[in-house]
């Protein structure tokens, strides 16, 4: 796996001030994350959905490949919280809520199955996404990634979704708002957040499976307008790449 460092700064208006190797495909990891908890958001506003409402937690999945199944394994989740409710009942919101600022592994396959994988596709369009940034399955989702389906993001197009969670386009502006002061919750905080002030407000969203690690980012500071940072990373080990996109959050901030 060649190494690749992808990287875009902008306003929410996506004119970049800095970018590179803007259109180049990335495993999208638990970026994926995101669409499906906008496309949650977005049922709620319809009244299709009530986020307060309990669901059964459980761990197996009917796949994207017809007729096949798959089971998630707790050892490979950041969030035990969902997983210590197996069996029983959580609020949507509350799993919603996990699969963000924990990366729920468990918690966005559970979400998935709710809103359906065209409704991600939705928010996807509706955020203006191109063709090279797709979401077709679930995390853990073995006959489907055997089969070549997988989940795939640029860093433009992460770029375009976390601007419009920003600026309160992609669904109503409270489900825009709860979303990003869900990100700002995010439990892991090593890699935008380390290059960037300390008054600096940020709603960030990792990615990370061997070999890829990602950040998405919302940034507010006092003295500057709103922006959008986002870095992925591809064939580099995990500590360097933490280190790596610390430093070119840095960078980029510094330059902006």
Same mark, same amino acid.
């Given at each position: 796996?060649?190494?690749?460092?992808?990287?875009?700064?902008?306003?929410?208006?996506?004119?970049?001030?800095?970018?590179?190797?803007?259109?180049?495909?990335?495993?999208?990891?638990?970026?994926?994350?995101?669409?499906?908890?906008?496309? #949650?958001?977005?049922?709620?506003?319809?009244?299709? !959905?009530?986020?307060?409402?309990?669901?059964?937690?459980?761990?197996?999945?009917?796949?994207?490949?017809?007729?096949?199944?798959?089971? !998630?394994?707790?050892?490979?989740?950041?969030?035990?919280?969902?997983?210590? #409710?197996?069996?029983?009942?959580?609020?949507?919101?509350?799993?919603?809520?996990?699969?963000?600022?924990?990366?729920?592994?468990?918690?966005?396959? !559970?979400?998935?199955?709710?809103?359906?994988?065209?409704?991600?596709?939705?928010? !996807?369009?509706?955020?203006?996404?191109?063709?090279?940034?797709?979401?077709?399955?679930?995390?853990?989702?073995?006959?489907?990634?055997?089969?070549?389906?997988?989940?795939?993001?640029?860093?433009?197009?992460?770029?375009?979704?976390?601007?419009?969670?920003?600026?309160?386009?992609?669904?109503?502006?409270?489900?825009?708002?709860?979303?990003?002061?869900?990100?700002?919750?995010?439990?892991?905080?090593?890699?935008?957040?380390?290059?960037?002030?300390?008054?600096?407000?940020?709603?960030?969203?990792?990615?990370?499976?061997?070999?890829?690690?990602?950040?998405?980012?919302?940034?507010?500071?006092?003295?500057?307008?709103?922006?959008?940072?986002?870095?992925?990373?591809?064939?580099?080990?995990?500590?360097?790449?933490?280190?790596?996109?610390?430093?070119?959050?840095?960078?980029?901030?510094?330059?902006?």
């Amino acid at each position: 796996m060649s190494e690749l460092i992808s990287f875009w700064f902008s306003g929410l208006d996506l004119v970049p001030t800095q970018a590179g190797n803007v259109n180049q495909q990335h495993y999208a990891a638990s970026l994926m994350k995101v669409p499906v908890a906008v496309a #949650a958001y977005r049922m709620a506003d319809a009244d299709e !959905l009530d986020l307060d409402a309990p669901i059964r937690i459980h761990d197996e999945f009917d796949s994207m490949v017809a007729g096949e199944r798959f089971r !998630l394994s707790e050892d490979y989740d950041q969030d035990p919280d969902t997983w210590a #409710a197996l069996g029983g009942e959580l609020p949507l919101r509350e799993v919603v809520g996990r699969s963000l600022s924990h990366s729920g592994n468990l918690a966005v396959d !559970l979400v998935l199955e709710i809103v359906g994988i065209d409704r991600v596709k939705a928010v !996807l369009a509706d955020a203006h996404c191109s063709v090279m940034s797709q979401v077709e399955r679930g995390i853990e989702d073995t006959p489907a990634r055997l089969a070549g389906i997988d989940n795939l993001v640029t860093v433009h197009d992460m770029a375009r979704i976390m601007a419009r969670i920003a600026d309160r386009t992609l669904a109503s502006a409270a489900a825009c708002e709860e979303l990003e002061e869900v990100m700002r919750a995010q439990v892991d905080r090593d890699a935008i957040p380390l290059g960037l002030p300390e008054d600096a407000v940020i709603a960030n969203k990792t990615g990370e499976i061997e070999g890829v690690l990602h950040d998405a980012a919302i940034i507010r500071h006092p003295d500057r307008e709103p922006a959008v940072m986002v870095i992925l990373t591809t064939g580099i080990d995990d500590d360097e790449a933490t280190f790596q996109i610390s430093e070119v959050a840095r960078r980029l901030w510094e330059m902006g």
